[in-house]
Nanobody, 124 residues
Framework: QVQLVESGGGLVQAGGSLRLSCAASGRTFNNNYMGWFRQTPGEERNFVGG????????VYQDSVKGRFTISRDNAKNTVYLQMNSLKPEDTAVYYC?????????????????WGQGTQVTVSS
């Protein structure tokens, strides 16, 4: 049984910061690509960014480049999303996800495991 559990969401004022965590359990993810997605009501789940579990290679959606940073702690089987300079348009439910492959992907349909999501609300 694979489980991904996100934490760290909450309410923050515009310009503030939050750090989301995604703890993986049930198997090792040394060869899995990990992604962060976000979703607002009535919208599709959109790719925020991703990281290769072993190599530390990251990629980001243009709207978050320079503000968000993805990192990982392999010893803890945990991926992080550091969000700085938050804007009201960053308000969403944030999900972490894992692929069963090493290759990058920004397509939610290509991810095999999902967390339950954590709400991030940025007030203006």
């Amino acid at each position: 049984q694979v489980q991904l559990v996100e934490s760290g969401g909450g309410l923050v004022q515009a310009g503030g910061s939050l750090r989301l965590s995604c703890a993986a359990s049930g198997r090792t993810f040394n060869n899995n690509y990990m992604g962060w997605f976000r979703q607002t009501p009535g919208e599709e789940r959109n790719f925020v960014g991703g990281i290769s579990w072993g190599g530390g290679r990251t990629v980001y959606q243009d709207s978050v480049k320079g503000r968000f940073t993805i990192s990982r702690d392999n010893a803890k089987n945990t991926v992080y999303l550091q969000m700085n300079s938050l804007k009201p348009e960053d308000t969403a439910v944030y999900y972490c996800a894992a692929r069963s492959f090493v290759v990058d992907s920004d397509d939610a349909g290509e991810y095999d495991y999902w967390g339950q999501g954590t709400q991030v609300t940025v007030s203006s």
